[in-house]
């Protein structure tokens, strides 16, 4: 099913002519035959859910934007995407910028916004030139600017380059940096609905989030809502990576079981000849590995499907999570060891420092997962590692401090005998 990466494949689709020839901008031409709030209904219909990784409601969100400050309202484009192993909404724009656009335009109209923002990670320049290159023909062609089609609706776009800081995807970290200042996430309440950029109301959004919209104006919501299974409903982008046959970026209708994505040659295609499956980690570097037995049936025996709510059956102890939809595949000549040392070098690298038991806790699990995977670990350094993930889970200022503790938890809980057997090997060669 296609929804978002239909036409992708079409020469030219990047430019407007050959966009609008193939339906691009129908929405916009529509929405203003709607009243504003008949979109967020729409959108609250389709059971749209955020897509830059925590799933929330998009219509409820929307629906929470202040109407009534007085003070002008903004929309945020969150395509920073720095997330290990999550490369889909970079695939998205390089091939369909006009489609975001499009839903910047249609999304605007229905939060009542007249400015947007696209804040991308600016090591994608080529990514941004085509995305300026996006608004200006839309505007020449009258979709963007002032008066939009003739209408009272008027709204401008800007695109916003970041420097290439993974805390600047965390949303109001990412408003701090927007308005010129340091990337530090900050203290919520007040949620970005009420006081977000330049202390007004802000609805941030994912690149993959807002590119849904228009088919769910063009269609209704419940026809999005149709697809998919319970509460996950609509289409996922997923990037696919590690030990497979075929990475890349695939739709899929969320439902899917993890092992038709995994081997089917209409996905993933499978591991190397020989190899067998060791751990998954389905939603980005942030989200609890799974090993091979959990990875595509729960614990209670029923096929792992790919949804917000399969994913994470099991909760913490056997489950994980959709994510951003970056899906790392490990075969069993990878090392749990060494993937999450490297995980931890990231996240100590990324901590913007603001909060003790994120900015020490992370320096101190690199050190330690450092001196088990180069052969000077000690037996206490395994639980000594759980209880630093531990202080830092759910005691901090953002929830970086989550995704840093999670996958080294995990891996100790799943992959305990392969840190004890690093443990052992050291003690050997002494
Ligand atoms: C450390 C951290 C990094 C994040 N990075 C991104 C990102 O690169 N892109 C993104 O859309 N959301 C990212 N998020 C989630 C955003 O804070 C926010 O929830 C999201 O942009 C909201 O959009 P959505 O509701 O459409 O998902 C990140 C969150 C955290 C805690
Ligand atoms: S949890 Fe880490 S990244 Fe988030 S505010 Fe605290 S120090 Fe910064």
Not at 33 to 41: F, G, L
Not at 257 to 268: A, K, L, N, R, T
Request: with cysteine; net charge negative.
């Amino acid at each position: 099913m296609q929804i978002l990466l239909e036409n992708s494949s079409v020469a030219g689709i990047d430019q407007f002519d050959v966009y609008r020839q193939h339906g691009g901008y129908a929405s916009v031409e529509k929405m203003l035959t709607m009243a504003p709030n008949d979109i967020v209904e729409a959108v609250k219909k389709s059971g749209l859910r955020g897509r830059g990784g925590a799933g929330f409601s998009t219509g409820m969100k929307w629906s929470f934007l202040d109407q009534k400050s007085g003070k002008p309202k903004y929309l945020v484009c969150n395509a920073d995407e720095g997330e290990p192993g999550t490369f889909k909404d970079r695939y998205f724009m390089e091939r369909l910028p006009h489609r975001l656009i499009e839903g910047l335009i249609v999304s605007s109209y229905a939060l009542g916004v007249n400015t947007a923002y696209i804040y991308v990670r600016g090591e994608l320049s080529w990514i941004i030139t085509q995305l300026e290159d996006a608004i200006a023909e839309a505007k020449s062609h009258g979709f963007l600017g002032s008066k939009i089609l003739g209408s009272e609706f008027s709204l401008e776009i800007y695109v916003h380059p970041g420097a290439g800081a993974y805390i600047c995807g965390e949303e109001s970290a990412l408003l701090e940096s927007l308005e010129g200042k340091r990337g530090y996430p900050r203290i919520k309440p007040p949620f970005p609905a009420i006081a977000g950029l330049y202390g007004c109301p802000t609805v941030v959004n994912n690149v993959e989030t807002l590119a849904a919209v228009p088919w769910i104006v063009m269609h209704g919501g419940e026809a999005y809502a149709a697809i998919g299974i319970g509460k996950s409903t609509g289409t996922k982008l997923i990037s696919a990576c590690g030990n497979i046959r075929k990475p890349g970026v695939y739709e899929i209708a969320l439902g899917l079981p993890v092992e038709e994505f995994i081997y089917s040659d209409s996905y993933c295609g499978g591991l190397l000849e020989g190899r067998t499956l060791k751990a998954l980690i389905a939603g980005g570097s942030s989200v609890p590995i799974l090993p091979a037995h959990l990875a595509t049936t729960t614990a209670a025996g029923e096929p792992r499907l790919m949804t917000y709510e399969s994913l994470f059956e099991g909760g913490f102890e056997s489950g994980t999570m959709l994510g951003s939809g970056g899906f790392i595949v490990l075969d069993d000549k990878a090392c749990i060891v060494r993937n999450t040392w490297n995980f931890a070098r990231f996240y100590h690298h990324e901590s913007c420092g603001q909060c003790s038991p994120c900015r020490e806790g992370t320096g101190w699990l690199e050190k330690v997962l450092e001196r088990i995977e180069h052969g000077h670990g000690r037996t206490e350094d395994i639980d000594l590692l759980v209880e630093i993930a531990k202080k830092i889970e759910g005691k901090t200022i953002c929830a970086f401090g989550d995704a840093a503790a999670w996958p080294i938890a995990s891996a100790i809980r799943h992959f305990r005998d392969e840190f004890i057997e690093h443990v052992s090997l050291a003690k050997d060669h002494v």
